[in-house]
């Protein structure tokens, strides 16, 4: 069964750091191009980041450029997102998403597989 399962949401003040993690079962994230999307209320979910699958480039929103960085580790089958500098407006949930032939990195539809997301919050 394929799944992905998001961690490592919380509160966070700004300035702080938190590090996501997306935990795949059913397929190898080496042969999947993976992305991160956040969704805050009242808004539409943005793309932020998609690491390849070669996992040699990743693609970051200007948004995040900068403040967060993605990588993986195969043996473990997850991907994570780290976040540093964290601001109000990174307030949302947080959701990965796997593809096997994507073209657009930034484009929700091209993902195959969704996680349920993880709530982050930033605030003081």
């Known amino acids: 069964q394929v799944q992905l399962v998001e961690s490592g949401g919380g509160l966070v003040q700004p300035g702080g750091s938190l590090t996501l993690s997306c935990a795949a079962s059913?397929?190898?994230?080496?042969?999947?191009?993976v992305g991160w999307f956040r969704q805050a209320p009242g808004r539409e979910r943005e793309a932020i980041s998609a690491l390849t699958i070669s996992g040699q480039r990743t693609f970051y929103a200007d948004s995040v450029k900068g403040r967060f960085t993605s990588s993986r580790d195969i043996d473990k089958n997850t991907v994570y997102l780290q976040m540093s500098s964290l601001k109000p407006e990174d307030t949302a949930v947080y959701y990965c998403?796997?593809?096997?032939?994507?073209?657009?990195?930034?484009?929700?539809?091209?993902?195959?597989?969704w996680g349920q997301g993880t709530q982050v919050t930033v605030s003081s």
């Open positions: 998403a796997a593809g096997a032939a994507v073209e657009d990195h930034f484009a929700a539809s091209e993902y195959d597989y």
């Open positions: 059913g397929f190898s994230v080496r042969f999947y191009v």
